[in-house]
């Protein structure tokens, strides 16, 4: 089960369909897992498939794009902090095939962000873009190096 929901995103790997839910807050923390469901034909049902560690997670977004011939999936969390003090962090997954599991990529600190958007689908180079609403709008840029 879910704790704190409160953003979800599918998406589609390969030809398997997932969920990911961005977890909040559970009524004492933001500290929460936010949580990657694959969809079972033969159960007819989403199963778990993994947790993912985040803070605060209000927004998630599942980005896809191809760079030198490879296919890349990154999950991008928007979060605050659970300290009070309006500070936060961005935490970017990417999903690595041959585990078929997402791993840590970058955390990037923000000022409470409450919304994250990707931008682009294909780049010259290993590149994605994520805008970050937080107070002002704050634009990243994700390089991923082979």
Known sequence: PTV???????FEIQGEHYLCVASFFDG??????STVYRWSVSHDLFLLHQ???????????FLEFSAGGRDYGV??????????NE????RTFLWEPQSQRFEL???????????????GSSFPSAEAFVVVHEQGADVYKIILRD
């Open 51 to 61: 947790e993912l560690a985040t803070e605060g997670a209000t927004d998630v977004e």
């Open 4 to 10: 704190g929901a409160y953003s979800l995103a599918s």
């Open 87 to 90: 500070k936060g962090e961005c």
């Open 28 to 33: 004492s923390t933001r500290k929460l897992n």
């Open 75 to 84: 999950l991008a969390f928007a979060g605050s902090s659970d300290d009070g």
């Open 105 to 119: 990529l970058e955390v990037l600190a923000s000022a409470g962000a409450y919304d994250i958007e990707s931008l």
